[in-house]
Nanobody, 122 residues
Framework: QMQLVESGGGLVQPGGSLRVSCAAS????????MGWFRQAPGKEREFVAV????????YYADSVKGRFTISRDNGKNTVYLQMNSLKPDDTAVYYC???????????????WGQGTQVTVSS
């Protein structure tokens, strides 16, 4: 059974930091591009960050560039999102997902985790 399980979300003050994790199982993790997306209440799911399967290249949405860092540990079958300088607008459910090719489109990701809530509030 394929699984993606996010963890590490929570409540943080503006300007604070969190690292969320996504543990994968049931497939060859190193063969897939992994991405992070988020969805705020009443809004569409949006791209956050992606890391390629081949050379480990990274790409970020403009809204998080310079503040967030995606990384992966293929030995642990885990992808991470380090979030620094958090803003209230970052409040959302954060999802990890896999894709067969590099993409920033929701439609190109074929398997998703259940999400973890990140709330940024004073």
């Amino acid at each position: 059974q394929m699984q993606l399980v996010e963890s590490g979300g929570g409540l943080v003050q503006p300007g604070g930091s969190l690292r969320v994790s996504c543990a994968a199982s049931g497939f060859t993790f190193s063969s897939y591009t992994m991405g992070w997306f988020r969805q705020a209440p009443g809004k569409e799911r949006e791209f956050v960050a992606v890391m390629t399967r081949t050379d480990g290249s990274r790409y970020y949405a403009d809204s998080v560039k310079g503040r967030f860092t995606i990384s992966r540990d293929n030995g642990k079958n885990t992808v991470y999102l380090q979030m620094n300088s958090l803003k209230p607008d970052d409040t959302a459910v954060y999802y990890c997902a896999r894709a067969g090719t590099y993409s920033v489109r929701v439609e190109d990701y074929d398997y998703w985790g259940q999400g973890t809530q990140v709330t940024v509030s004073s």
